[in-house]
């Protein structure tokens, strides 16, 4: 994880740059040594007060990009001397404040936005309209792969659709034609939506699904009944 978050923003931010009208890359600052390129960090690591519900995935993403802008101004620098910092803006989980907070940062003169989390069409509708690159770490929404409406966009984390195509072709190469499909129903995980995409993909290629399974929340191993065994002893014999 840790060589992970740091290759990733070395590789992107080697030379920070901003797309020209024309799609030609231009530098995002001033070309003189020392600059200091500013990313703009969208994150949900808080809850609005009286919300207990929202589970904060930025409190267990968060500490990779100090980490990896770290270790990038210490080990591996940027050319000419170049270094580089971030600005962290709170969403809360709402798309509303996640677009707030776009624009806000747009004002602070960042080079780059990193993120959103939850949400991430409009914003990057905005980023390109600003002409930023924008890296969503975490938000998977498939309208973001449209190129022509969001140009500036990338991800590190494939939509559904990408998903449940790769899961069909491993299934396909090994000729796994009937499998058991187990998936989790945690309500703040978003799984299901996953798991509908991918079954849909698969018996469109011909697979068979002779057992589909669920649990309903996270298991942490050593803490509660282990979910996995019940459905493992359901469905061993008809998948094979």
């Known amino acids: 994880m840790r060589k992970a978050a740091t290759f990733i923003l070395f590789s992107i931010l080697l030379v920070p740059a901003r797309l020209s009208p024309e799609n030609s890359l231009v530098p995002a600052r001033p070309s003189a040594e020392n600059s200091i390129f500013t990313m ?32 990038i101004n210490k080990d591996h620098p940027l050319r000419d001397n170049h270094t580089l910092d971030f600005l962290v803006a709170e969403t809360y989980g709402e798309e509303t404040e996640s677009i707030f907070q776009t624009a806000k940062l747009w004002t602070q003169n960042v080079s780059v936005y990193i993120g959103p989390q939850e949400t991430c069409v409009h914003e990057a509708r905005i980023a390109a309209s600003f002409n930023l690159p924008m890296i969503s770490y975490f938000c998977a929404h498939h309208e973001t792969s ?20 790769s899961v069909a072709s491993l299934l396909l190469n090994f000729n796994w034609k009937k499998v058991a499909f187990l998936y989790s129903t945690t309500p703040d ?23 589909e399974g669920t649990w309903p929340d996270t298991y942490h191993y050593g803490y509660g009944v282990n979910p996995f065994d019940k459905l493992v002893d359901e469905s061993y014999k008809i998948a094979r």
């Open 40 to 71: 703009g960090y969208l994150t949900g690591s808080k809850r609005r007060p009286g919300n207990k519900d929202y589970p904060r995935y930025g409190l267990t993403i968060s500490g990779a990009i100090s980490l990896a802008v770290d270790e």
């Open 146 to 165: 449209n190129k022509l409406l969001f140009p500036t966009f990338a991800r590190t984390r494939p939509p559904d659709t990408q998903i449940s195509k």
């Open 189 to 211: 995980r978003g799984f299901r939506e996953v798991a509908s995409t991918i079954l849909k993909t698969i018996k469109d290629v011909g697979v068979e699904i002779q057992y």
